[in-house]
């Protein structure tokens, strides 16, 4: 920033406060209050709770992984110990079977078998949940069927593995002691340390090459020691030949490792050319586990059919021999020979403990699920290094540890364990003794396994460095999508991937088509790769709003929300600069925010004075008012921003605000006469423009620079009433980071207002986003992302048949449904069909105001429900080629999708008969009269559709909505009668409690909301109006196209107020006074001509003739009866069969078999008593009914969960826990890391202006402080007039005090920075080293500053030049940047 420019600024921001300063009479303020609704709620306790919710999680996923890798460890070597039949007989406590001398089990043949086949169902727990996991992506999600030599190449290295597994299961551990069983954990990464080696993983550091390759070579030597050492003190065959399972087990985790080597990429793009491999799963984790038991069998020695035969026998309880010997026989017979001696050894049996089999089996699987699942969810959460990498590499030296205490306990004393393992089983020892264990592990070379142990480590060091999003998905933090059960802690280290595998990345590596010589593609790529820089892919957010006729309040809620999203990326590019040496952190992102603004100009001939320079209209002049009111409403301080730039532009005109914190906010103002109006087309516009203009049309960036800027290019669309926290928008962003194929995410709309109206949209809101869009995502993806608040990535956008297709005119009555009733809907449609996959993020709250009158929102739904309905056709008509598309849609989807269309088709007949039941139910009446009562009002009401206006339309739903209304309350009530006498387990007492219940748990699970179940009275007594009435007004008023809301006529100038001065003009917009401190600027010659080529090709207004005009308006009543008919028809013939259905119950009926009712009959006359049971009948319509929906709903609520826990994972993942600083421990790389953390909040600190009466002032203490202070140990009247009369006082002293200008964040945050006072953080709790290198970071940067020629020096106050008013233009070379103008000074942000 030049200072003359700086200078001239502040200098017509203190010459504009001194002209508008108030009155002393007028003095008096009204600082803005913290509310508690909206996005403006108070989130520190929720933070705190957070954080604390956080550290139980590091703490409880440490210790479930630790303990659950062990105790899975050590089931598995015990459950593979127990299958040899050649090993020693175990020793068992005598003293439990009140017998002398040592008693020792026989190996039982049954027994073995029995564990045999729980090993087999270990191993295949996790195939099964493979294959489970595989059948639900395949029939919910669509993935791109494998090729021949990928299926092949998978399925020999996965087998491969399994052949190790094996012969190391059946093999070897039956062979070994259980401290060496645990030891052989550590040797199975030869593979991928070889790799490791080979393909210089760890040459990608930039220091200590040459000791990382002596590591990486040691770390080899370690592994393949084993494979000489045991075999060279062994004589047995099965521990000779240890190399070869070891060699085959580590084969499945090679892939992971082999990641840069030229000769190897052709193989590895081969077997990645999907992104996922769930078809080649669903048929190879069968056959793994077929392999794997066929092996063990064969392994094991029985004969094959015994297995199966005595299957059954080995899990029932059968007899084990037990053998005593007697060491008194021979004594007895020495001493009397004439006596029969007694035998040296005896026999007997005891009953065997199947249990323990069953026992053992499920908690191994157990443990090993466990440690999977809450390793991947310390992955998901950002907490991988503390609870996830250190409990697995710590799984090693405990189990081994564990195992030889256990073993040695047992061995020692053969009651030890007695309780906790049968006494006929027992884990086979390394020492007879302690005594023996020394001398027994330096005979077998056991001081080596530390070494195999520290190669594991490293060769798993990856883990220790984790590289992955937040949240992201499973095929991305692991390279096969499950675990192997047996070694599950050595799986989650190598199969947790080291480098994110994306199609892009493996295009660069190898190409399929075309092979390549490896050394030539390597060096293409690096240079092509080159061309990419870091600033490309920075998220560059674009906020893009739609306005039209929004009120004062709308608009001020959306102004404060684009302030404080300015204020953030402020404080993050101050913190990248001055505190983080440049480098930005996760969360960076560039900001612009673009306004569009639908018919901005006053264009009646008697109000404008010249066509070429209309008037603006009273909603952009309260836009132009309510700017300086937002920032003082965020900021507690009077800022005034600079007016704004004014430019002509070929489709109107275009005002350019600079923001506080330096970012740009355009209101493109349009004009009707000159480009086409309504949102669908504002939308086009600005995709052509940002997308177009800036990206496509940049000549500098070469194609490859053009993607990746896409990929990293989001828009943020908006309506203009819209409220949200800038936290909301990096949810969503996260979710675009962690998600490739994510074209589209949307938040959680809160609906706000006052009246019962926004009291029934609050809980359909709620049930909508908790269940169906819930259930969207998680079984396919969201069909609309809302316009008032959703995030798009702008290479989904440039797609094929989406920017281009979303320009298409509606020719037909149905397209002007489809395209422009529902423009939101319908662009999500054509993402869907072009393959992006669009989300729902919960966590993501945004706030909108909803219609609160009944007319008003009728006509928003009016809209709303032929759009929906329409897309939803579309996509179902058009399935096949949606799912051949889309990876996130199946066809399995699609028929839930059709379920839904069913039940909101069938909808008004199924309330039509559900109100005839009730009335029936309720009063006691006959079927008819019910039937008639609810036929003759809806029929009154299709006719008034038919032939009334609208209004009278309206008036007639609303008596209707009413009496319906206190209908549905005496159902209520007979509804809890019905239960009551029925009981609970009746059909619609069960239905309707299931329903309450999933409602209710549904309101749990979401706690912040939970207040909204109480609008759920009003939901439920307006089901009739909602889905029957509000159907019917939709559909017969199909051929109303206009907006239904904010229809207001554009407000007129105050100047105009007076009476019947039709002829008087207004100024134009150039010379409006609201203006008229404003530059005059203009756009370059490029990008006039392409406004002009834009509007001629897409954005020409629609000039229809009268006769086209009725055409369509005969095309939508054509469309409006033909649609009306089929939907009357197809509702009367459901409720006709069903009705007859209904009158024929005593003969169609099913007997609901639930809490039958006895009776007990005495005939008098017969002296007899009769008993008989009566069932409670349900007619097979109601039980598809209760079918049809309960199937739904379940579906739903297990959906439910599954996001709620995504939610949970992205809160976690997004707040870091800054409670606990050592000082004797923190080291300077830890400080750096926490000064990193903390660089953002601290710039938030430096740069926020001082609030009005506010206490966070860095140098005067706050008046109410001095007050209290001083009033301490007084009376609280005297404490009370202290205070107001401090507040008197304080009113004199800030009007004569001279203020500083707050005005501008990044000169806040230079004043601060630069100045000689100390810093404020007393918010942040640094610690002391963290707040020394900030000190030292402050200090080198003023020393750069002075010395550096342009620097950014300390300003100081002064005298300021006068104001140069100048011309701004436009550059053609700037036409593709964010600031594409001087802005007198003001920073600006680069796109």
């Known amino acids: 920033m030049s200072g003359g420019d700086y200078e001239s600024g502040d200098y017509f921001m203190r010459s504009r406060k001194l002209r508008d300063k108030p009155p002393l009479w007028d003095s008096f303020q009204d600082p803005p209050s913290k509310k508690t609704s909206g996005s403006d709620v108070d989130w520190k306790k929720l933070q705190f709770f957070l954080k604390l919710f956080k550290l139980f999680v590091y703490l409880l996923v440490f210790a479930v992984v630790l303990a659950s890798s062990v105790f899975a460890k050590l089931l598995y070597l015990y459950m593979a110990g127990n299958t040899g039949g050649s090993g020693p007989r175990v020793q068992v406590c005598s003293k439990n079977l009140l017998r002398h001398g040592q008693v020792e089990a026989v190996p039982s043949e049954l027994d073995q078998i029995a564990w045999v086949w729980a090993l087999i169902f270990a191993f295949a727990a996790p195939e099964l949940l493979t294959f489970l996991r595989a059948l639900r992506i395949c029939m919910f999600k669509r993935e791109q069927r494998p090729s021949g030599l990928e299926v092949g190449l998978v399925t020999l290295f996965e087998l491969l593995h399994v052949v190790g597994l094996a012969l190391l299961t059946f093999t070897v551990l039956p062979a070994l002691d259980a401290t060496r069983g645990a030891i052989l954990g550590c040797c199975v990464c030869f593979v991928p340390a070889l790799l490791n080696l080979l393909t210089g993983t760890r040459l990608h550091w930039q220091k200590a090459d040459s000791l990382v390759l002596a590591l990486s070579v040691l770390a080899l030597i370690a592994q393949s020691s084993v494979f000489l050492v045991w075999p060279s003190l062994s004589d047995s065959l099965e521990v000779q030949l240890l190399a070869i399972p070891l060699l085959l087990v580590s084969f499945r985790w090679w892939e992971n490792f082999a990641n840069t080597h030229e000769a190897i990429a052709y193989i590895i793009r081969t077997i990645r050319c999907t992104r996922s491999r769930y078809h080649t799963y669903l048929y190879l984790a069968p056959l793994k586990v077929v392999l794997f038991a066929g092996v063990g069998f064969l392994l094991h020695g029985q004969d094959f059919v015994e297995y199966f035969t005595r299957f059954l026998d080995a899990w029932r309880p059968h007899l084990i021999t037990l053998v005593q010997s007697n060491p008194n026989a021979l004594l007895s017979a020495e001493a009397n020979s004439s006596i029969t001696a007694l035998p040296p050894r005896s026999q007997f049996t005891m009953q065997s403990s199947p249990n323990a089999v069953v026992y053992a089996l499920a908690a191994q699987v157990g443990a090993a699920y466990l440690c999977h699942v809450f390793g991947k969810f310390a992955c998901k959460i950002k907490i991988q290094v503390f609870s996830c990498a250190l409990p697995l590499s710590l799984a090693g030296p405990a189990t081994v540890c564990l195992a030889t205490v256990l073993a040695q306990m047992r061995a020692s004393d053969p009651c030890a364990l007695h309780g906790l393992l049968p006494d006929y089983l027992a884990p086979v020892a390394l020492g007879g003794s302690w005594a023996e264990l020394g001398q027994r592990c330096l005979d077998l070379a056991l001081w080596l396994w530390p070494l195999w142990w520290l190669a594991q480590v490293w060769t798993c060091l990856h883990i220790w460095q984790p590289r992955n999003d937040k949240n992201a998905p499973t095929e991305k933090l692991f390279v096969c999508p499950w675990y192997c059960g047996l070694m599950v802690d050595q799986c989650s280290m190598m199969n947790r991937r080291i480098v994110d595998w994306s199609e892009e990345y493996l295009a660069i590596k190898s190409d399929l088509t075309t092979p390549r010589d490896p050394v030539v593609a390597l060096a293409s790529d690096i240079n092509a790769s080159r061309d990419i820089r870091e600033e490309d892919k920075v998220p560059q957010l674009i906020v893009c709003a739609t306005m039209w006729h929004e009120t004062e309040d709308e608009m001020m809620e959306f102004l404060k929300s684009i302030v404080r999203l300015d204020e953030d990326q402020c404080a993050r590019r101050m913190a990248r600069i001055?505190?983080?040496?440049?480098?930005?952190?996760?969360?960076?992102?560039?900001?612009?925010?673009?306004?569009?603004?639908?018919?901005?100009?006053?264009?009646?001939?008697?109000?404008?004075?010249?066509?070429?320079?209309?008037?603006?209209?009273?909603?952009?002049?309260?836009?132009?008012?309510?700017?300086?009111?937002?920032?003082?409403?965020?900021?507690?301080?009077?800022?005034?921003?600079?007016?704004?730039?004014?430019?002509?532009?070929?489709?109107?005109?275009?005002?350019?605000?600079?923001?506080?914190?330096?970012?740009?906010?355009?209101?493109?103002?349009?004009?009707?006469?000159?480009?086409?109006?309504?949102?669908?087309?504002?939308?086009?516009?600005?995709?052509?423009?940002?997308?177009?203009?800036?990206?496509?049309?940049?000549?500098?960036?070469?194609?490859?620079?053009?993607?990746?800027?896409?990929?990293?290019?989001?828009?943020?669309?908006?309506?203009?009433?819209?409220?949200?926290?800038?936290?909301?928008?990096?949810?969503?962003?996260?979710?675009?980071?962690?998600?490739?194929?994510?074209?589209?995410?949307?938040?959680?709309?809160?609906?706000?207002?006052?009246?019962?109206?926004?009291?029934?949209?609050?809980?359909?809101?709620?049930?909508?986003?908790?269940?169906?869009?819930?259930?969207?995502?998680?079984?396919?993806?969201?069909?609309?992302?809302?316009?008032?608040?959703?995030?798009?990535?702008?290479?989904?956008?440039?797609?094929?048949?989406?920017?281009?297709?979303?320009?298409?005119?509606?020719?037909?009555?149905?397209?002007?449904?489809?395209?422009?009733?529902?423009?939101?809907?319908?662009?999500?449609?054509?993402?869907?069909?072009?393959?992006?996959?669009?989300?729902?993020?919960?966590?993501?709250?945004?706030?909108?105001?909803?219609?609160?009158?009944?007319?008003?929102?009728?006509?928003?739904?009016?809209?709303?429900?032929?759009?929906?309905?329409?897309?939803?056709?579309?996509?179902?008509?058009?399935?096949?080629?949606?799912?051949?598309?889309?990876?996130?849609?199946?066809?399995?989807?699609?028929?839930?999708?059709?379920?839904?269309?069913?039940?909101?088709?069938?909808?008004?007949?199924?309330?039509?008969?559900?109100?005839?039941?009730?009335?029936?139910?309720?009063?006691?009446?006959?079927?008819?009269?019910?039937?008639?009562?609810?036929?003759?009002?809806?029929?009154?009401?299709?006719?008034?559709?038919?032939?009334?206006?609208?209004?009278?339309?309206?008036?007639?739903?609303?008596?209707?909505?009413?009496?319906?209304?206190?209908?549905?309350?005496?159902?209520?009530?007979?509804?809890?009668?019905?239960?009551?006498?029925?009981?609970?387990?009746?059909?619609?007492?069960?239905?309707?409690?299931?329903?309450?219940?999933?409602?209710?748990?549904?309101?749990?699970?979401?706690?912040?909301?939970?207040?909204?179940?109480?609008?759920?009275?009003?939901?439920?007594?307006?089901?009739?109006?909602?889905?029957?009435?509000?159907?019917?007004?939709?559909?017969?008023?199909?051929?109303?196209?206009?907006?239904?809301?904010?229809?207001?006529?554009?407000?007129?100038?105050?100047?105009?107020?007076?009476?019947?001065?039709?002829?008087?003009?207004?100024?134009?917009?150039?010379?409006?006074p609201l203006l008229i401190d404003s530059e005059l600027g203009e756009v370059s010659l490029m990008e006039q001509r392409f406004w002009k080529d834009l509007i001629k090709q897409y954005l020409k207004p629609l000039e229809l003739s009268r006769e086209q005009k009725q055409a369509m308006a005969d095309g939508l009543k054509e469309l409006r009866n033909m649609i009306a008919f089929a939907f009357v028809m197809v509702n009367a013939i459901f409720v006709l069969i069903v009705f007859l259905l209904q009158l024929k119950k005593e003969f169609l009926h099913l007997k609901w078999p639930i809490e039958p009712t006895d009776f007990v009959t005495f005939d008098r006359d017969n002296l007899m008593v009769g008993i008989y049971r009566q069932y409670k009948e349900l007619d097979p319509i109601g039980l598809c009914f209760v079918l049809f929906f309960g199937l739904i709903l379940i579906i739903q609520f297990l959906a439910m969960f599954f996001h709620r826990f995504a939610t949970l994972c992205q809160l976690l993942a997004t707040t870091r826990v800054d409670w606990f600083r050592s000082g004797g421990q923190f080291t300077d790389e830890d400080a750096a890391t926490e000064l990193k953390g903390c660089a953002v909040s601290i710039a938030r600190n430096l740069q926020r202006p001082r609030r009005l009466f506010g206490d966070d002032d860095e140098g005067d203490p706050h008046y109410d402080d001095l007050a209290m202070d001083g009033a301490e140990g007084e009376h609280r009247e005297h404490r009370e007039s202290m205070v107001r009369r401090q507040t008197i006082c304080r009113l004199h002293e800030t009007r004569n005090k001279q203020h500083s200008d707050y005005s501008n964040l990044v000169l806040n945050f230079q004043r601060r920075f630069f100045g000689d006072d100390d810093l404020n953080l007393k918010n942040l709790a640094l610690n002391r080293k963290s707040v020394k290198l900030l000190q030292k970071r402050r200090s080198e940067a003023k020393v750069n500053a002075a010395t550096t020629p342009g620097g950014t020096p300390t300003p100081k106050a002064g005298k300021r030049p006068p104001l140069v008013p100048k011309r701004v233009s436009f550059s053609a070379s700037e036409r593709n940047s964010m600031a594409t103008y001087d802005n007198g000074g003001y920073e600006h942000t680069e796109f």
């Open 578 to 1072: 001055h505190l983080n040496g440049g480098k930005a952190d996760d969360e960076y992102y560039e900001l612009e925010t673009n306004i569009f603004f639908d018919d901005a100009f006053v264009l009646d001939p008697r109000q404008c004075q010249n066509k070429r320079n209309p008037p603006i209209n009273e909603y952009v002049k309260t836009l132009t008012r309510t700017i300086d009111k937002a920032a003082f409403e965020v900021y507690g301080v009077s800022i005034r921003i600079k007016p704004p730039l004014k430019i002509e532009t070929p489709y109107g005109g275009r005002l350019v605000w600079i923001l506080p914190g330096r970012t740009k906010m355009v209101a493109h103002l349009k004009n009707k006469d000159k480009i086409r109006h309504k949102k669908r087309w504002s939308q086009v516009m600005y995709m052509y423009y940002l997308l177009g203009y800036r990206i496509m049309e940049t000549e500098q960036l070469s194609p490859r620079r053009k993607a990746v800027i896409a990929e990293n290019t989001f828009i943020l669309a908006l309506d203009g009433d819209i409220d949200f926290q800038p936290r909301a928008v990096q949810l969503l962003i996260d979710r675009m980071k962690a998600v490739d194929e994510l074209g589209a995410a949307c938040g959680r709309i809160h609906p706000v207002g006052r009246g019962p109206m926004v009291w029934y949209q609050r809980f359909e809101y709620a049930i909508g986003h908790w269940l169906q869009k819930a259930t969207e995502h998680v079984i396919g993806c969201v069909l609309c992302s809302p316009g008032c608040f959703s995030l798009f990535r702008a290479s989904a956008l440039m797609d094929n048949s989406v920017m281009k297709r979303y320009t298409m005119v509606s020719s037909e009555a149905m397209k002007m449904v489809q395209y422009d009733q529902g423009e939101d809907r319908w662009l999500c449609t054509l993402l869907l069909k072009a393959g992006s996959r669009v989300e729902y993020c919960a966590a993501s709250d945004a706030y909108t105001h909803a219609p609160e009158s009944f007319n008003e929102f009728y006509n928003q739904r009016r809209r709303w429900v032929p759009s929906t309905i329409a897309n939803i056709f579309d996509i179902l008509a058009d399935a096949d080629t949606v799912v051949r598309k889309n990876n996130s849609i199946s066809t399995m989807y699609v028929w839930y999708q059709g379920m839904l269309m069913i039940g909101t088709v069938l909808g008004p007949g199924t309330i039509f008969l559900m109100m005839v039941g009730a009335l029936v139910a309720v009063f006691s009446i006959d079927i008819w009269t019910a039937f008639l009562w609810n036929f003759f009002p809806i029929i009154f009401f299709i006719l008034a559709c038919v032939y009334l206006k609208q209004k009278y339309q309206l008036l007639m739903a609303f008596v209707i909505s009413a009496l319906y209304c206190l209908v549905m309350m005496a159902v209520l009530i007979g509804i809890i009668v019905q239960m009551l006498e029925d009981g609970p387990l009746a059909p619609a007492s069960l239905f309707f409690l299931l329903v309450a219940v999933q409602i209710t748990i549904a309101g749990f699970m979401h706690p912040q909301e939970f207040w909204a179940l109480l609008c759920g009275v009003i939901y439920y007594i307006t089901i009739p109006s909602m889905y029957m009435l509000l159907m019917i007004f939709s559909v017969f008023n199909m051929n109303d196209v206009s907006w239904g809301t904010r229809e207001a006529p554009v407000l007129k100038d105050d100047d105009m107020e007076a009476a019947n001065e039709a002829d008087s003009q207004l100024p134009g917009w150039l010379n409006d």
